[in-house]
């Protein structure tokens, strides 16, 4: 199984991204998929996560300003982030699992590698 994000970068703040991440090697349609991030010197956070009928819950945060989408087609869930703050520069990293909340207790079985988000003042 393999995740890879993409979509990471600079951006003002109040700017927008939006980050992909690709799945290959399991039943993505199955998949709870979730969102993190970690930031220098905290420990990982997080940010979303999407069951596999759609149902999202957010962080608060984040509430109100990200959202997650998917494409079974593609294999690929994404990360809509609008509004960012300087405080939202982490790396990112998804998640799948077949269990949701796995993913809530971060011991979900498949992670990706990362995507950093930097988001200046």
């Known amino acids: 199984v393999q995740l890879v994000e993409s979509g990471g970068g600079l951006v003002p703040a109040g700017g927008s991204l939006r980050l992909s991440c690709a799945a290959s090697?399991?039943?993505?349609?199955?998949?709870?998929m979730g969102w993190f991030r970690q930031a220098p010197g905290e420990s990982r956070a997080f940010v979303g996560i999407?069951?596999?009928?759609?149902?999202?819950v957010f962080g608060d945060p984040v509430k109100g300003r990200f959202t997650i989408s998917r494409d079974n087609g593609k294999n690929t869930v994404y990360l809509q982030m609008n509004s960012l703050k300087p405080e939202d520069t982490a790396v990112y990293y998804c998640?799948?699992?077949?269990?949701?909340?796995?993913?809530?207790?971060?011991?979900?079985?498949?992670w990706g590698q990362g995507t950093q988000v930097t988001v200046s003042s």
């Open positions: 090697g399991l039943t993505f349609s199955n998949a709870v």
């Open positions: 999407m069951n596999r009928n759609g149902v999202q």
């Open positions: 998640a799948a699992d077949p269990n949701f909340s796995a993913i809530l207790a971060q011991t979900a079985r498949y």
